[in-house]
């Protein structure tokens, strides 16, 4: 165990001097400087984990509290994975997902590339890129339902200009077959420059005696890019797909105050048709069981995503 | 020779971790997918099951 | 001829990469110039079409923003009398009085105080932990890392229903400490992994150095460690803060009347009559101009922020 700073500082000084500070038993210190963090999140984060996995096992209700709570079993698992409507959550989930992050990496790896030919003043615009992603999600939400409006919206106006289409005649929100793009659009807007920020990195980290070896081997710049930018950035880009992944399989914010959900259902996704179960139906124990499912869906990609961020981490 | 014992544990090691992972991924893919029913009613088994697996082996020496 | 690496790019591929992201970054900037001229407008300039690019600038929206108002009939106006003030004048142009102030400044407050709140509990217990993780052995190093990075990443909707029944039997729920304590808890695995890697990157020879001399261990912590590490925390610090700032679902289950901020009050703003987007816009402006400027400010730290320290550029 002669491994810490401490100890190895301990072994070179004499003894009157060691003793004063191994006094203070590092093991200990290190207790103190960590529980403090671990009891938080123990409490707000463990203990209602546990409380969770417990009321999905029963039909209990919050608006109900005098009612009796059985233990129902497996019931809530069962029906929650039989129910059509939420399998249809899921595949709108899954259309959000699949799009924004076609897109996101079209247009991120595409942007950090052309960044990364470091034309004059690059730093500036890198800059006014990045904007939308630090923002309010909810707010950016409401935000664009104002963009979106149909006529007085610079959205429909923008469209109706660059395709001669009436600005009135579509409603990107209001429309059941625009809605779920109107979604991929906004996420897009703003997810894509964190896309890019993590290609740019990718990128930057590939040395440039790579490519001079590569040019002295008269390897052409198409076969350059495929063999040497694309693999060496792909641990990156593999980063950004499974965090936007995580991110946007339980989006939240941003839609429920773009859409709420609709029109109708269609852009009800996970998150919000859970909110719906949980805290306007009140049916707390079958939601308990439908946020279990989703935790560990969650757990299971943060644990890929991990391995992943080690993988870059090494380089 | 213990040498050779690391680099084999190592190996499973790495060998179990992708297989717990292409199952939580398989999991997610049967959660959301439009085709049938039968694949999104045990998706969530699947994805369990990765998930268990990858917290037990990631405990296995390197 | 000679001095030309191979590898820099041409004049023309950079002219062409040039203009293709200047022309990105201008569309994107679009829509955020547009609601920041909205809260400029008149609402009948807001929903004039076709869009109107140049307007006669008012502070109305503003004004809106912060006020509630009632429209009255001529004979009612004449009763009330001259208006006083500035403002007063500006919403009587319509025939509306100013009727009380909007609970806008309050949401406001009430954002600033548990986002400032959450941030410096977070540096606290975040500079803590991720300095023992970086310096001393603890037991199950990794695993606890992990468990405190996979806690950041639960959907905040399923998290919500337990701590919305905890809450409600500890009387925390709709309370400034309430949402103090949950921001913080959802921002310590930020905390914790940014700073981690900031501390990482500390020379353990300074402490070292500093032990030899006579300090005791937290001395050299105080004393040594920190004040080399006062720009990660910094950083930090802006990131928690903005992600508190930023946050809406917990707010918008977990508080209603007192402990509201403003992410889901924004949206409910509305005008006496319709809609009321340029006091929308001005909330908006209000509330996301701060953020903008501190992502101004962060652009050499918001790769390794945004990927918990994993990617540092």
Redesign the interface.
């Known amino acids: ?1 002669l ?4 100890d ?2 301990a072994e070179a ?1 004499p003894h009157a ?1 060691a003793k ?2 191994r006094g ?1 038993s ?2 200990s ?6 529980a ?3 009891v ?2 123990l ?3 463990i ?3 546990i ?2 996995i417990r ?1 999905s096992f029963t039909n209990f209700r ?1 608006n109900r509290p005098n009612a009796e709570v059985e233990f129902v079993g497996l019931k809530n698992y069962i029906s929650i994975l039989s129910d059509k409507d939420i399998w249809l959550t899921m595949q709108a989930t899954a259309h959000f997902l699949i799009w924004t992050l076609v897109l996101q990496v079209l ?1 991120g790896f595409s ?1 950090a590339y ?2 990364n ?6 730093d500036l ?15 950016v939400g ?3 339902t ?2 979106y ?1 149909p ?4 959205f429909n ?1 923008a469209i109706g200009f660059l395709t001669g289409a009436d ?2 005649s579509f409603s990107m929100i209001g429309d059941v077959a625009l809605a779920p793009w109107a979604i991929v659009i906004v996420d897009t ?1 703003m997810w ?3 896309v890019m ?2 290609c ?2 990718g990128l ?1 980290s590939i040395p ?1 005696s790579i ?2 070896a590569a ?1 002295c081997d008269r390897a052409s710049k198409w076969r350059q890019f495929w063999t040497i930018t694309i693999p060496l950035v792909l641990p ?1 880009l593999m ?1 950004a797909v499974l ?1 936007r992944g ?1 991110e946007n ?2 989006m ?2 941003l839609v429920v ?1 773009l859409t709420g959900g609709g029109p109708g259902s269609i852009t009800e996704l ?2 919000i048709n ?2 719906r179960e ?2 306007e139906k009140w049916r ?1 124990g079958y ?2 069981a ?3 499912i ?2 560990v869906t ?2 299971g ?3 890929i ?2 391995k992943a ?1 080690n993988k ?2 090494e380089r | 020779m213990t040498r050779f014992l690391d680099g084999l544990l190592h190996f499973r090691r790495g060998a179990w971790e992708m297989l717990a992972s292409v199952l939580i991924a398989a999991g997610v893919v049967m959660l959301m997918q439009p085709f049938a029913l039968v694949l999104y009613s045990w998706s969530f088994l699947v994805t369990l099951l990765g998930t268990v697996m990858f917290i037990i082996v990631s405990h296995f020496p390197e | 001829m000679s001095s030309y ?3 820099e ?1 041409s004049r023309r ?3 062409f ?2 203009v ?3 022309l ?2 201008l569309i ?5 110039v ?2 920041i001229g ?1 809260s400029f407008k008149t609402p009948s300039d ?6 109107k690019t140049f307007f006669t600038p008012t502070v109305e929206g503003y004004v809106n923003v912060f006020t509630t108002r009632t429209r009255l009939t001529e004979e009612q106006l004449q009763a009330v009398g001259e208006p006083q003030t500035w403002y007063d004048r500006l919403v009587r142009k319509d025939g509306l009085v100013i009727s009380g102030p909007s609970r806008f400044a309050e949401r406001f407050t009430n954002s600033v105080i548990i986002g400032f709140g959450s941030t410096v509990l977070c540096i606290v ?2 500079t ?2 991720a ?3 970086s ?4 037991p199950l190093k990794d695993d ?1 890392l ?6 950041r ?14 809450f409600r039997s500890l009387g925390l729920s709709d309370t400034h400490a309430g949402m103090i ?2 921001y ?2 959802v921002n ?1 695995s930020l905390s ?1 992994w940014l700073l981690k890697g900031f501390i990482d990157e500390i020379p ?1 020879e300074y ?2 150095a500093a ?2 001399d ?5 001395q050299a912590f105080y004393k040594v460690v920190l004040p080399q590490a006062a720009t990660g925390i910094a950083s930090t610090a802006i990131f928690c803060l ?1 992600f508190a ?5 917990f707010a ?2 977990l508080t209603s009347g007192n402990a509201q901020t403003a ?2 009050f ?2 409910t703003i509305i005008g006496v009559s319709g809609q009321d ?1 340029p006091a ?2 001005a909330g ?1 402006t209000l ?2 101009v701060p ?2 400027v ?3 400010l962060l ?1 050499k730290h ?2 390794r922020g ?3 320290g ?4």
């Open positions: 165990m491994h810490s700073p401490v190895r500082v000084t001097i004063r500070f203070l590092d093991r210190l290190a207790w103190l400087f960590v403090p963090s671990i938080l999140l409490a707000v984060n203990f209602p984990l409380w969770t009321l919050v247009i942007l052309l960044i030919k470091k034309f004059r003043g690059n615009w890198t800059t006014i890129i990045v904007l939308p992603m630090m923002l309010s999600p909810a707010v409401n935000f664009w104002f963009l409006q006529q007085i919206g610079l106006y600005p009135s807007w894509t420059p964190f920020l993590i740019l990195a930057r440039d490519y001079e040019e990156f980063l965090f995580i399989f339980k939240f914010d105050q996970t998150s859970l909110k949980a805290f707390t939601a308990s439908y946020a279990v989703l935790f969650v757990f990609l943060a644990s995503y991990v961020l870059v981490k | 690496s191979i590898t790019p591929q950079k002219w990469a040039g293709l992201v200047v990105y970054a994107t900037i679009l829509p955020l547009w609601i909205t807001a929903i004039a079409y076709p869009p217990l975040g803590a932990a300095y023992a993780f310096r001393f052995k603890v606890l992990f468990f405190i990075l996979s806690t990443m639960m959907p905040p909707i399923a998290v919500a229903i337990p701590i919305f029944l905890m304590l949950l913080t808890a310590l914790v353990v402490e070292e032990l030899i006579g300090y005791t261990r937290f903005i700032w930023n946050e809406y679902a918008v289950l992410p889901p924004i949206p987007w929308v816009a908006a509330f996301l953020v903008m501190f992502t101004i652009r918001l790769l945004i990927t918990f994993a990617v540092r550029k």
